[in-house]
């Protein structure tokens, strides 16, 4: 029962029930904590944080849509935290802490050495100053327990794949990271957003409007007369909101052009009067014979 080493790890009293009381027993019991908790006690109350204070990391998975307009997840972390049982205190709820006779309920003990008083943590109670009688049953007297806690994670709008947040739990802190998957829908450049938005031949030439996907709407999108493929419309301030600064990022829609696989002969007869109608075309057309700038058809 010499050195700090012996003092520290002897955090559990004495058995009441115990007949045995001399020091070599003392000495006994405590070795038999050491077994019981291993690292747990071994350390005093004070630096319970250094031991367990390696911050625990772990992975959240998001939706494209989640991530981008921010959500309140609810996240299970397995935590060393004060125990809920018995509020850190280490007595099993509804029994007595008792005075610490050692010390008098002081936590502090003096050691007569010859000339010197020296005046020492407790190393019956290790400076509590109380005695444990009635261990808590979850934590078994350490006042720490590891424990299951559902917490709230309030996502914020606009995270990116592989960003860390820090966040605080009971008296912890745990870093998530964030997993975004792909979008079926749209591609993601910062806070802009793009995807693709397809149109017949016709809305092409002559212009019109379109109904687009928005992240948060459904989109009206007017499509002016000539539009070319991959040509972008931008639609401002409907992309993801910047989380460094204010404001939104934008929509960007990509046009393609779709063209039809079949045609009715009516179709086919216009556009064969339109084909006759072409004068930038290089080469031929199929079934126009006479294109206007005097080139032939392969004839079919
Ligand atoms: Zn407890
Ligand atoms: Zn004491």
């Known amino acids: 029962f010499t050195g700090p080493q012996a003092e520290r ?11 045995l009381r001399g020091a070599a027993d003392i000495e006994n019991w405590c070795q038999l904590q050491r077994k019981i908790f291993g690292e747990f006690s071994s350390s ?8 367990f204070s390696q911050p625990q990391e772990y992975i959240m998975e998001l939706t ?10 609810e996240f ?5 935290d004060t125990c ?21 309920g002081s936590g502090m003990e003096t050691i007569n050495t010859g000339p010197f008083v020296m005046r020492s943590t407790c190393r019956r109670c290790g400076g509590r100053g109380s005695i444990i ?5 979850i934590c078994r007297g350490a006042g720490q327990a590891k424990q299951k806690k559902k917490v709230v994670i309030p996502v914020p709008a606009g995270v990116e794949d592989g960003q860390t947040v820090r966040m605080p739990v009971g008296k912890r802190e745990i870093f998530i990271t964030f997993r975004v998957q792909k979008s079926p829908v749209f591609r993601r450049d910062g806070a802009d957003i793009h995807s693709d938005l397809f149109i017949s031949i016709a809305q092409a030439l ?45 929509h960007y829609i990509h046009i393609k052009i779709r063209v039809p696989k079949r045609l009715t002969s009516r179709q086919q007869s216009l556009i064969l009067s339109y084909a006759e109608d072409e004068t930038d075309v290089e080469g031929t057309v199929n079934g126009v014979t006479n294109t206007s700038t005097g080139k032939r058809s392969t004839g079919n």
């Open 84 to 104: 809920e049982r018995c509020d850190g205190k280490g007595n099993e709820p509804g029994t007595k802490m008792q005075n610490c006779h050692y010390c008098g």
């Open 9 to 19: 790890h002897c955090i559990l009293a004495f058995p009441e029930s115990s007949r």
């Open 206 to 250: 002559l212009g019109g409007t379109a109904r687009a996907q928005g992240l948060y709407e459904t989109i009206n999108v007017t499509i002016p007369p000539g539009i070319q493929t991959d040509q972008k419309i931008r639609m401002s301030g409907k992309g993801i909101p910047r989380i460094n600064s204010y404001g939104y990022g934008d």
């Open 64 to 73: 494209f849509n989640q991530a981008a307009k921010g959500v309140n997840k």
């Open 76 to 80: 299970t972390v397995n935590i060393t």
């Open 44 to 51: 005093s109350f004070g630096d319970f944080q250094s031991v």
């Open 133 to 137: 009688t009635t261990p808590c049953v």
